[in-house]
């Protein structure tokens, strides 16, 4: 699975809410401060998770599924295992008329889920994180001292 960087960057620029699926109450799980992040930055998160349904987190009601969630979304970001992804993939087509993308964490894939969607003109992405996608192609990696182009081991 390769991506171009202005497919990424034409994706994160598009793209203004996020369903979280499998976000996390605890600020030190990747899934929290992901959503964090990407909140931070502009985008609508909506956080899905159906053991937190009800409660608020980064200022929004979790959603106990994806067909809780009133109005479309851009992109369905998933923190599941992949063997999860095949009915989230169904849920999100169901509901989502409008979708654009279909987004795998990093460690997540399934083909046949992908190949479902792109049969509808979803765009898919396994395997990334846009957090970190959107650090890098929005130069702020840089700033936490990564991409400096210098590699050292001098103190």
């Known amino acids: 699975m390769t991506y171009s960087d202005a497919q990424l960057k034409e994706i994160l620029t598009r793209t203004r809410r996020i369903a979280v699926v499998g976000v996390s109450m605890n600020p030190v799980r990747p899934s929290y401060y992901v959503a964090r992040y990407l909140s931070l930055k502009g985008f609508q998160v909506v956080p899905v998770n159906p053991r937190h349904a009800g409660e608020v987190l980064l200022g929004q009601r979790v959603q106990g599924a994806l067909s809780d969630i009133e109005g479309?979304?851009?992109?369905?970001?998933?923190?599941?295992?992949?063997?999860?992804?095949?009915?989230?993939?169904?849920?999100?087509?169901?509901?989502?008329?409008?979708?654009?993308?279909?987004?795998?964490?990093?460690?997540?894939?399934?083909?046949?889920?992908?190949?479902?969607?792109?049969?509808?003109?979803?765009?898919?992405?396994?395997?990334?994180?846009?957090?970190?996608?959107?650090?890098?192609?929005?130069?702020?990696?840089?700033?936490?001292?990564?991409?400096?182009?210098?590699?050292?081991?001098?103190?």
Not at 80 to 95: F, G, Q
Not at 125 to 138: A, D, V
Request: proline share 5%.
């Open 72 to 155: 479309d979304v851009d992109m369905v970001d998933i923190f599941r295992r992949s063997d999860a992804v095949p009915p989230i993939v169904d849920e999100a087509l169901a509901h989502f008329p409008k979708l654009q993308t279909i987004w795998m964490q990093i460690g997540v894939e399934h083909a046949d889920a992908a190949a479902q969607a792109e049969a509808r003109d979803v765009t898919v992405i396994q395997n990334r994180c846009p957090k970190i996608e959107y650090q890098r192609l929005f130069g702020e990696l840089r700033m936490g001292g990564f991409a400096t182009g210098i590699v050292s081991s001098r103190l």
